[in-house]
């Protein structure tokens, strides 16, 4: 079955211990993206990647990283979280980029307290 | 960043009715995209339009790619329940390379 999968699903943490959601495609897709969403405020993009190796700042990528050593893989990496990062992430991939269908996987729900 | 502007906030209409919705920016956008997102899920895609001035119908959704490319619109025709949930406006700016701007969102309530 072609899906996007996050893990973990939900994370209580504290601030400044890191942590990393990974997220992985099993449909050869170039393009991933990592987006947060808050009420209100829509989904926000964090990291871009279009390919293995090349990855680009969204709106919102402050306190973040990420990489792509991998196709599949597009971990999400958060160094020193805090609770500012308290949200919901979504990863999402598509064949070539961003225009053209977007899957998302089923959310990370992240408090940091 | 590019800001993208969507109204209503919120709708709250009965079975049958048509919807609108719309969102704007203050910037000119290469490509307008609409999703929907349904409780507890991610977004999925709707309607993709890529040209100004483009109408592109998806069942009974349709969008539009407004002739100034600074706006686009989405309408629902006869709404149904299962048309619960928050739709979103996303874009892609003039100058923003492959980075994807969403709005904010219109949560859509149907009652039966």
């Known amino acids: 079955e072609a899906q996007v999968t996050q893990n973990p699903r939900y994370l209580i943490t504290v601030t400044g211990k890191k942590l990393t959601v990974t997220c992985s495609q099993n449909?050869?897709?170039?393009?991933m993206s990592w987006y947060r969403q808050d009420p209100g405020l829509g989904l926000r993009q964090i990291y871009y990647s279009m390919n293995v190796e090349v990855t680009d700042k969204g709106d919102v990528p402050e306190g973040y990283k990420v990489s792509r050593k991998e196709k599949r893989n597009f971990p999400l990496i958060l160094e020193s979280p805090s609770p500012n990062q308290t949200s919901l992430y979504f990863c999402?991939?598509?064949?070539?980029?961003?225009?053209?269908?977007?899957?998302f996987g089923p959310g990370t729900r992240l408090t940091v307290l | 960043g590019q800001q993208l502007n969507q109204s209503p906030q919120s709708m709250f209409i009965q079975e049958g009715e048509d919807v609108s919705m719309n969102c704007t920016s203050s910037?000119?956008?290469?490509?307008w995209l609409w999703y929907k997102q349904d409780p507890g899920e991610g977004p999925v895609l709707l309607i993709a339009?890529?040209?100004?001035?483009e109408l592109t119908s998806n069942g009974r959704l349709t969008a539009q790619f407004g002739i100034t490319r600074k706006d686009s619109f989405l309408n629902i025709s006869a709404s149904i329940p299962s048309d619960v949930g928050i739709y979103f406006c996303a874009g892609l700016g003039e100058t923003s390379g492959s980075r994807l701007t969403f709005g904010e969102g219109t949560q859509l309530t149907v009652n039966p």
């Open positions: 339009l890529y040209k100004a001035g």
């Open positions: 999402a991939s598509s064949s070539r980029g961003p225009t053209d269908t977007q899957y």
């Open positions: 910037s000119i956008f290469n490509t």
């Open positions: 449909m050869n897709h170039e393009y």
